[in-house]
């Protein structure tokens, strides 16, 4: 067996070239850092983020006015996990495979593949988990999006301009059912309605009214809370208001990632923080920036929408990746060599390690990474 990684870089491309194929959506989406620094699980990065500005009437003065301060907020993102997948071979099996077609470069190369598409699937699968931090959805529960028309991108782009998101850089990721009815929308796949014919001939989505849209194989399918007949207390709550206190009525909980309603307002809420039992008169809160229609000051029914699967729609810049390489010890460990392999598809660097044993190789594939939702005004969900 090879000493070194060196000679193996050909066999790790051919590996990369299988792991581009995987259906990855999320990744290319979010604003991401990919350098190669290391960093160690629990390590904390804070960004700053500015507070919603407040105007005033001008008046004439001597001097300006004596205000302008700002208590500027933050957001922490961890590095939440360093995850590894081993590949493992001694010196018999390599002889018996090369004595039989030297074959052992081409299991290697997809035993390399297959610990990539683990690793790109759990940060996929987190990424996808961010759901929980929406701020509001549009669709059906059970009605996959893109039966008969495009309203679902409509809808989603007027939840985010209504939130204020940025809108030169928005993104859509959806699952594959999603996928298929939107490759059949007449409007899209007629070349001389779509003015293209890439989804026609090659079944590559195309922008929609100012949406990248993605596939991804780690789209959520959750099971809500069972909460029922719940209201609100009588007290009223103004548009914008997060917390709001329930009667004590109904049954079942109300969990954190939930989508609900309030009676006489057709906007879906996602719930930030639930209340496990409803019956007991607790508080919900509901995800920035909260309320768009006020509730009266009377018991208001809130109704909790039945297991979805969770499409996404957000701005970039409002979810954020962090992948690194393991941290080592300082002056490293016992690895003989290690190189790093960037993914030009997901763009994900991964860690390639070698470590030499009694009479055995071990390869090692590593990454180090934490996900974060930014901005949650800049991202809501589409219901399917």
Do not use: C
Not at 26 to 44: C, E, H, K, L, N
Not at 87 to 100: A, I, M, P, S
Not at 152 to 179: C, F, H, Y
Not at 306 to 327: E, H, K, Q, V
Request: proline fraction near 3%.
């Amino acid at each position: 067996m090879s000493n070194t990684l060196t000679s193996l870089t050909t066999t790790i491309y051919n590996a990369l070239d299988v792991v581009s194929r995987e259906l990855v959506g999320f990744i290319p989406a979010v604003s991401s850092d990919m350098t190669y620094d290391r960093a160690a699980v629990g390590q904390t990065v804070t960004s700053p983020v500015a507070p919603a500005a407040t105007a005033s009437d001008i008046t004439p003065a001597v001097t300006p006015p004596n205000d302008g301060d700002q208590t500027i907020g933050t957001v922490s993102m961890t590095i939440q996990k360093a995850r590894r997948v081993p590949v493992r071979w001694n010196g018999e099996e390599k002889r018996g495979l090369d004595n039989n077609g030297a074959s052992f470069n081409v299991i290697l190369r997809d035993q390399l593949a297959q610990g990539m598409r683990a690793l790109v699937n759990e940060v996929e699968a987190d990424l996808a988990g961010l759901f929980l931090k929406a701020s509001r959805a549009y669709g059906a529960a059970g009605t996959t999006p893109f039966a008969t028309n495009l309203a679902e991108t409509a809808q989603a782009r007027k939840i985010l301009s209504d939130n204020g998101a940025p809108l030169g850089d928005l993104q859509m990721v959806i699952d594959t059912s999603a996928g298929a009815n939107m490759r059949t929308l007449g409007q899209l796949t007629k070349a001389n309605e779509a003015a293209d014919t890439n989804l026609l001939r090659r079944g590559v989505l195309l922008d929609v009214h100012g949406f990248a849209i993605r596939e991804s194989a780690q789209v959520k399918t959750v099971v809500s809370g069972t909460g029922a007949s719940g209201t609100t207390n009588n007290a009223g709550y103004a548009a914008g208001a997060t917390a709001i206190t329930l009667a004590s009525a109904g049954t079942g909980s109300v969990l954190a990632g939930d989508v609900i309603t309030f009676a006489g307002d057709t906007n879906k809420y996602v719930v930030a923080s639930g209340d496990a039992d409803v019956s007991n008169g607790g508080t919900i809160t509901l995800a920035a920036p909260g309320l768009r229609k006020a509730i009266p000051a009377a018991a208001t029914l809130v109704t909790v929408i039945a297991a979805t699967t969770r499409n996404m729609a957000f701005a970039r810049s409002a979810i954020a990746l962090a992948t690194r390489a393991p941290a080592l010890p300082k002056g490293g460990d016992s690895a003989d060599d290690r190189m790093l392999i960037t993914d030009s598809v997901s763009g994900l660097t991964f860690e390639i390690s070698l470590y030499k044993q009694y009479r055995q190789i071990q390869y090692e594939i590593a990454l180090a990474w934490g996900v974060a939702a930014v901005k949650t005004e800049h991202m809501s969900l589409l219901l399917g």
